[in-house]
């Protein structure tokens, strides 16, 4: 795509996820095999149209957003931030990654990007929540930057980790 908001590196290129993307979005959020943390889960069709409707309008208000994730030009998953519906001022890291590109190498590269990127946009707070069994997120949000955080919500089961970063410069006073 060429963007400015586009991202690089050596294995992976992130573009803002874009119509162009619907059928391949469609196929990895109807993917029970996919490895990632989507906030919405297994969707249909409409769900994920809906999704694409709101990636869409967190990039144009926010500059930041979710990206589509290519290796060597193939679409293999989805990486980047949402505003949280769970914590006020935050946004919440995402990613997804198709079954025949599971790597969390690549889950790792991906996410690190998106919340630099993020955080770059002028993000302050990027949170995730994963399960404390869930091995493979703690990896990847961890190898991304992220660090759990003494305090969980509530609403919270007791199993559930909460993730944060604060964008550099931030102090401890933003957060809760």
Known sequence: MGCRNSIQ??????????WADLEDVVRLKASAGVTGRLAGGICN???????????????????????????????????????????????????????HARDTALSREATSM????????????VISYVRE??????????????SVCDARPASCSADILLYHSMRPGMGTAAMH
Request: aromatic share 6%; charged share 15%; with cysteine.
């Open 114 to 125: 998106a919340l630099a990127f993020a955080h770059a946009g002028g993000v302050g707070r």
């Open 45 to 99: 069709r409409v769900l994920s149209e809906q999704d694409m409707m709101t990636d869409l309008m967190t990039w144009g208000r926010e500059g930041v957003g979710m990206f589509a994730v290519r290796q060597q030009g193939h679409f293999i998953g989805l990486a980047g931030v949402q505003p949280s519906c769970t914590e006020p001022e935050c946004h919440e890291l995402q990613f997804a990654i198709l079954p």
């Open 133 to 146: 069994n869930d091995i493979v997120g703690r990896q990847v949000f961890g190898g991304a930057g992220m």
């Open 9 to 18: 590196t050596a294995r992976l290129q992130l573009d803002p996820v874009s």
